[in-house]
C-alpha cells in the first residue's frame, strides 16, 4: 500500500522557520515527482512547489520564492519543504503529493496530477 506521511509542522512565530518532511511507505520515491501543496482556512488547495525524480524544481507560489526550498533525499525516500521567515499568511494544512511529473510551464497543480496524497501537517504561524 503507498503512504506518504507528513511530519514537521506546528506553531511558529512570525519570522521563524520549520522544515517539513514527506516520507514514503509502501514505495520508492526515487521514480516520482513530490508536490507540497497547502490550503488554508477557507481557501482551496493550492501548489507550493515540486520536485520531479532527477531534482528538479519547480516553483507555484511567488509569494514564497526566495523563502520556501524543496529538496529530496532518496537513500531516506524522504522530501523536505524548507520554510524560512514565515508569515502568517503561510498558515495552513501542508500536503505532499506523488506524481509522474512536475506540472509547468502555465499549468498550475491540481489534485489529479498527484494521485498519491498524505493526511497533512499543520503549520500556523503566529504571535
Known amino acids: 500500500q503507498l503512504q506518504l506521511v507528513e511530519s514537521g509542522g506546528g506553531l511558529v512565530q512570525p519570522g521563524g522557520l520549520l522544515r517539513l518532511s514527506c516520507t514514503a511507505s509502501?514505495?520508492?520515491?526515487?521514480?516520482?515527482?513530490i508536490g507540497w501543496f497547502r490550503q488554508a482556512p477557507g481557501k482551496e488547495r493550492e501548489g507550493v512547489q515540486c520536485?520531479?525524480?532527477?531534482?528538479?524544481?519547480?516553483h507555484y507560489l511567488d509569494s514564497v520564492k526566495g523563502r520556501f526550498t524543496i529538496s529530496r533525499d532518496n537513500a531516506k525516500n524522504t522530501v523536505y519543504l524548507q520554510m524560512n521567515s514565515l508569515k502568517p499568511e503561510d498558515t495552513g494544512i501542508y500536503y505532499c503529493?506523488?506524481?509522474?511529473?512536475?506540472?509547468?510551464?502555465?499549468?498550475?497543480?491540481?489534485?489529479?496530477?498527484?494521485?498519491?496524497w498524505g493526511q497533512g501537517t499543520q503549520v500556523t504561524v503566529s504571535s
Open positions: 520536485i520531479s525524480s532527477r531534482g528538479e524544481r519547480t
Open positions: 503529493a506523488a506524481g509522474v511529473i512536475c506540472p509547468y510551464g502555465a499549468r498550475t497543480p491540481t489534485m489529479a496530477d498527484f494521485p498519491s
Open positions: 509502501g514505495f520508492t520515491l526515487d521514480y516520482h515527482a
